[in-house]
């Protein structure tokens, strides 16, 4: 497999067009997976962490497996990556958890709350939005947000103002389960709480799972 990944590139689109063009096709859906992987290890470096020996384990004998075995295998090596990755980074911003006093748990509505509070303090972009949103009138916000995030962000940072974008769905769709007094689905809130650490596609890529999830979570209550 090619030492070329992710990071090499400046863009996710750079990424894969050169997947497309240098990798044989029958090898491509196990370079975007190994890819991936490679995203989750530089964010361990970054983080000052050692790779999980297990995973470490796993992946050498993933890469003895042939395909399509050897791809399968290694998109369940990544989920349970960022699975294991969402609970340390949450576990590691409550650093207060083990002094406090047991509480009763919180009411979908109060996690919902809590969720919001701490994505417009410590998420920048989803603070952009949050500034907009209540800086303009309802009538224009749809109009003048894309002009917004480029004066803010640059005509050229395409992949922020992406992230940006998202990040104005994902407060309409947390909005509406406030609404509801719903609760986020297993494992959501964390994803969400430390979404805006991910750097590269991973950033992106997560962020259009979490809006996927909350879709589908809301799909029957606005099909009825």
Request: proline share 5%; glycine share 4%; net charge negative.
């Amino acid at each position: 497999m090619t030492k070329t990944t992710p990071s090499d590139f400046g863009s996710h689109d750079e990424w894969l067009s050169y997947v497309r063009s240098e990798i044989p096709v029958e090898k491509q859906l196990y370079a975007l997976a190994f890819g991936r992987t490679e995203l989750f290890r530089s964010f361990y470096r970054m983080q000052s962490l050692p790779f999980p020996t297990e995973f470490a384990e796993v992946l050498k004998r993933i890469e003895t497996l042939q395909d399509p075995e050897r791809t399968a295998a290694l998109e369940r090596l990544n989920d349970m990556i960022f699975r294991s990755l969402t609970r340390h980074l949450f576990n590691r911003a409550q650093p207060n958890s083990l002094k406090a006093p047991v509480r009763s748990p919180s009411s979908p509505r109060q996690k919902l709350g809590e969720l919001l509070s701490h994505l417009a303090q410590n998420n920048r972009y989803f603070a952009l939005w949050a500034a907009y949103k209540n800086g303009v009138s309802h009538h224009s916000v749809s109009e003048e947000w894309d002009d917004y995030l480029r004066q803010e962000l640059g005509i050229e940072s395409g992949e922020e103002i992406a992230f940006a974008q998202a990040m104005a769905e994902l407060d309409k769709l947390l909005n509406v389960l406030l609404d509801g007094n719903r609760d986020l689905p297993s494992l959501v809130f964390e994803r969400i709480w430390f979404l805006h650490y991910l750097r590269g596609p991973e950033r992106m890529a997560q962020a259009r799972a979490v809006l996927g999830m909350l879709a589908a979570e809301l799909a029957p209550c606005t099909s009825a």
